[in-house]
């Protein structure tokens, strides 16, 4: 049995009393009746005072743009009609029908369990105007129906995509949201920025950090903060990249999908009560002397996150942390009556825990923002016309549009129309790419220009930017090294210092010996060494480099030896042509000619090389008979009148084509150095060979070069190539040693050889078939780029599928290790200074609060400096973009379309 009444107190304003339909805001049968109550008024709004318990009576009070109740009513019972008449699989309850049959605005109606109203008395609100007709039935709870549906009386309103939450006077406000009902309140809105306010936000810092990680990688919002003390959000979005509505509806599918805890958390009063204890402090013991005992429990109080510290240090971590020399400091201000002193260091510490999380939560943000934007909303290409749709209900298959100034939301491959895309937040290329027909595209890049569709390969949380989001999420998130490297040498130096008060105990008394105590070495450290790391792996991504495990870049300044696999790595995946040969009156310029006729359809290397050396000629392209094109053991297609025949040494066998005597010494040589035949015949006649041979990569000589030059002390080479043309490659770059002939699976055992000879072995591989090899080693490098990052193993990724970035992994590193030490001296020498200056000079409790906290402050700012790099990275990558855009938007204008799609189908084939 529902029971409920309505009232209309004022004109404009419809309320709804009851006990049990608001017990549970979140129920689906309670979002259907608000859906259909929003849907009813385009600037309807609803206040519920009260609901989410079930027993109290809650009121929902609905403001509507009618003057009287009867004309609201009906519209509402024009939607329950619609919902007892829809199909959708989500069950409705009585009590829905039974509000459409209250048009008349029925004081109190009572509903049986099969939904039929009865009327026990009724207040006409508009006595001109006859109720509407009942629904043909009442649907029960049987019935199915789906909440905001698209139908024939208007716009629909879903409440799908919110949860409802009281605040904590029990209000909950639901508001339109375009087609969404949304539970956010904007408090001020700007163009471009708002501040809102949730329920859920409200001392829940959970919540607030589980929104802000739905918001890191959303294309189109630039900056936000969430403040769990007052339940808002500030947020700064692109209005040309997303609406405001658009908007909304993130943030309500965000607080969704966190888990709201039902207690709120405790109020976090550390850094202001430090802040107001130093003052109070100073009055009461250098003026007011009665305020002491106030002054004194204030500075207890802030003081307890010091001991729980300590605590947790001593029982769970079972060791003697600095922590534990901290909590042993304020004890003895406490004890001493030093309660400024104490004061001033509470406030030191907390400022330092403050500083260390807004640096983190900045770090973090600056790597996920390198690579991990996502666009949230797409152009769905259905029934011919384009559909805004939300980015998760793309599936596998569909089609989407990309205009000029749009980031590509998703993996895919390019179907129709033609793009230029600026990939360089992705790849780190910085020249844009021109993209035709069957090319691959990536999401989070920019289209510079054009128009294109796109066949949806992966999108969401399956693209490649997004894995690369998630695993800088999981870089960031790591204990890294260098923090536990902080942390040892910060308990290194407890026992020392304990051996020293006790010393100063015994000689100066407990002020000294309170004084040498808080002049630890291991606070600021602890702090800066993994600011340090984190800042230095934001830094990394901002040049390209993807550190999936943050050891790695600790490791990499301990490498001593450089392990190069050869083919893909210090050789291009795509050969080149080197001789051509023609027999039988053929010459080596219409060989070619014909040879990449027959090859323009593949994409593998071998194509790929003799199609682009052939476009360097400027001959037209040939084209094939298709009815004449046949694949096997080679090609054998129809090409300008004649039958040509491509492929190996076998393939011509088999077809029974005769080879001369002069191509035995021929192919001998090449395959002694390595090198692939492509043989070709004519009209089945031996027409000639195209040699391929491996290309160098252009930057292999000046990246051996800066190894050198940065203590690199051994490099060699391994590959599963012939001995000769890996010797030769060796010898021309001046390596130390070479492996040749040596399988995938053999790999790992040639680095283990070198770790056992007392080297740290980096090893530079392909990511994927040598995988059990970059497993084995102390750092593993792949050069496979965005494409493969879901499959890659190893531990640092070079987005730009090159070399370049190998001698800035080094800089890095090294920055990183002299960042660290640089953090050492800045806390190691002003507190030997201090503790010299309490047994020679009488420095006191305050002389040593004052030093160890200036010192640790100056190593956190250490540890930030990479930020600063980061800052001027960003610069000098957007300046290079504008420039390489501007050339090739200057270049795109003044090419023929028909030009260049020509020329691109080529190259994708």
């Known amino acids: 049995m529902t029971e409920f009444s309505l009232a209309t107190p004022r004109a404009g304003c419809l309320q709804i009393i009851s006990k049990t339909l608001f017990a549970d805001l979140n129920h689906p049968n309670t979002k259907a009746f608000l859906s259909c109550l929003l849907e009813a008024d385009l600037s309807a709004s609803i206040v519920i005072r009260g609901g989410g318990v ?72 508009d006595a001109g105007q006859a109720a509407p007709a009942s629904p043909k039935h009442a649907p029960t709870s049987a019935e ?50 708002l501040r809102l306010k949730h329920p859920a936000l409200y001392r829940r810092k959970e919540v607030c950090q589980a929104v802000e990680r739905e918001l890191m990688s959303v294309l189109g919002i630039d900056n936000y903060k969430a403040r769990p003390a007052t339940g808002t959000l500030l947020i700064n979005y692109d209005s040309k990249k997303l609406r405001k509505d658009q908007v909304l509806l993130i943030l309500d599918k965000a607080v969704a999908r966190a888990e709201v805890p039902e207690k709120m958390d405790p109020l976090d009063l550390d850094f202001p009560l430090a802040i107001a204890s130093v003052p109070l402090a100073a009055l009461a013991q250098y003026a007011v002397l009665p305020l002491l005992p106030l002054a004194g429990a204030l500075f207890a109080y802030t003081s307890i996150t010091t001991f729980k510290e300590a605590y947790n240090v001593l029982v769970h971590e079972r060791r003697l942390g600095v922590d534990v020399l901290d909590a042993i400091v304020v004890a003895g ?31 973090k943000r600056l790597l996920v923002q390198a690579f991990g934007k996502q666009a949230q909303f797409v152009r769905l290409w259905k029934n011919g016309e384009e559909v805004e749709t939300p980015m998760e209900e793309l599936n596998k298959g569909d089609t989407i549009v990309i205009h000029t100034g749009d980031a590509v939301p998703v993996d895919g491959v390019l179907k129709e129309g033609m793009a230029m895309i600026d990939q360089h937040a992705l790849t780190g290329e910085s020249t844009p790419s021109e993209k035709a027909v069957g090319d691959r595209v990536f999401a989070s890049t920019l289209v510079v220009a054009g128009k294109a569709f796109i066949e949806v390969e992966t999108a969401g949380c399956d693209t490649a930017s997004a894995k690369i989001a998630q695993i800088l999420n999981d870089s960031a998130g790591y204990k890294l090294e260098s923090q536990n490297k902080g942390e040892k040498m910060a308990d290194k130096c407890v026992v020392p210092t304990l051996g020293i008060a006790a010393v100063a105990m015994a000689t100066l008394g407990p002020q000294g010996a309170v004084a040498v105590l808080n002049s630890d070495f291991g606070t600021g450290i602890r702090m800066a060494a993994p600011l340090g790391m984190l800042t230095s792996l934001a830094l990394c991504a901002h040049k390209g480099i993807l550190v999936k495990d943050g050891r790695a870049l600790d490791l990499m300044n301990e490498i001593d030896t450089v392990l190069f696999d050869k083919t893909g790595t210090l050789t291009r995946e795509r050969p080149e042509v080197g001789r051509i040969v023609g027999f039988n009156g053929h010459s080596k310029e219409r060989l070619l000619q014909l040879v990449a006729a027959a090859e323009q359809r593949f994409a593998h290397p071998i194509a790929k090389a003799i199609v682009m050396e052939f476009e360097e000629t400027g001959m037209p392209m040939l084209p094939i008979d298709d009815s004449e094109y046949k694949v096997g053991y080679g090609i054998d297609a129809q090409i300008d009148g004649h039958q040509v025949m491509v492929g190996s040494i076998r393939y011509l066998k088999m077809e029974g084509i005769e080879l001369p005597a002069e191509m035995d010494a021929f192919v ?42 940065r203590g690199i002390k051994h490099i060699a080479i391994i590959s599963g190539d012939h001995e000769a043309p890996t010797r030769k490659l060796a ?78 992994l080094r800089d890095v590193a090294m920055s990183l290790d002299s960042n660290i030490k640089r953090s050492w001296y800045l806390i190691l020498a002003p507190n030997a200074l201090c503790i010299l200056g309490a047994f020679t000079m009488g420095f006191g409790i305050m002389a040593s609060v004052l030093t160890n906290n200036v010192a640790a402050l100056a190593a956190l700012a250490n540890g930030m400096l990479p930020l600063k790099r980061i800052a001027d990275e960003q610069k000098r990558k957007q300046a290079e973009t504008d420039l390489a855009n501007a050339l090739a ?20 084939v």
């Not at 070479?738 to 980096?762: H, I």
């Not at 080693?777 to 050069?783: C, G, M, P």
């Open 668 to 709: 001998a040589d090449a395959h002694h150095e390595g090198n692939t035949l492509v043989m070709a015949a004519i009209d089945r006649k031996f027409a000639g060979v195209i040699e391929l041979c491996a290309a160098q990569r252009p930057e292999v000589v000046e990246i051996i070069a800066g190894l050198r030059a």
């Open 144 to 193: 199915h129906y789906y909440p905001g549906q698209l139908n024939n009386d208007g716009l629909r309103v879903s409440l799908l995509d919110t949860r409802l939450f009281p605040d904590r006077k029990g209000v909950t406000r639901i508001g339109r949201n375009g087609t969404h009902a949304t539970s956010w309140e904007i408090v001020h809105e700007l163009p471009g920025r």
């Open 54 to 125: 079930a027993g109290r009576e809650a009121v929902a009070e609905i403001t509507h743009s009618t003057a009287s109740a009867a004309p609201f009513l009906r519209a509402i019972s024009r939607r329950m009609r619609t919902i007892a008449n829809a199909s959708k699989p989500v069950p409705v309850d009585a009590v829905l029908a039974s509000v459409a049959e209250s048009a008349d605005c029925e004081v109190t109606a009572k509903t049986s369990a099969s939904g039929h109203a009865k009327m026990n008395g009724h207040h006409r609100a």
């Open 731 to 808: 010898m021309a770059l001046g390596m130390d040693e070479y492996f040749a002939g040596v399988l995938p699976g053999d790999k790992a055992e040639y680095v283990e050889r070198l770790q056992k000879q007392g080297k740290k072995v980096c090893f530079v591989g392909d990511g994927i078939n040598d995988s059990i090899a970059l497993k084995k080693a102390n750092v593993s490098i792949s050069l496979r780029g965005a494409s493969s990052i879901a499959t890659d193993t190893a531990q640092i990724v070079f987005m730009e599928e090159s070399l370049h970035r190998l001698c800035e």
């Open 333 to 363: 201000c406490l004890a001493t009556g030093q309660i400024f002193a104490g004061s001033v260091l509470c406030l030191c510490l907390s400022f330092g825990r403050m500083l260390v999380k807004k640096t983190q939560d900045d770090s």
């Open 889 to 908: 938007l200057q270049q795109h204008s003044h090419v023929r379309p028909a030009v260049h799609t020509e020329k691109r189908q080529l190259q994708a």
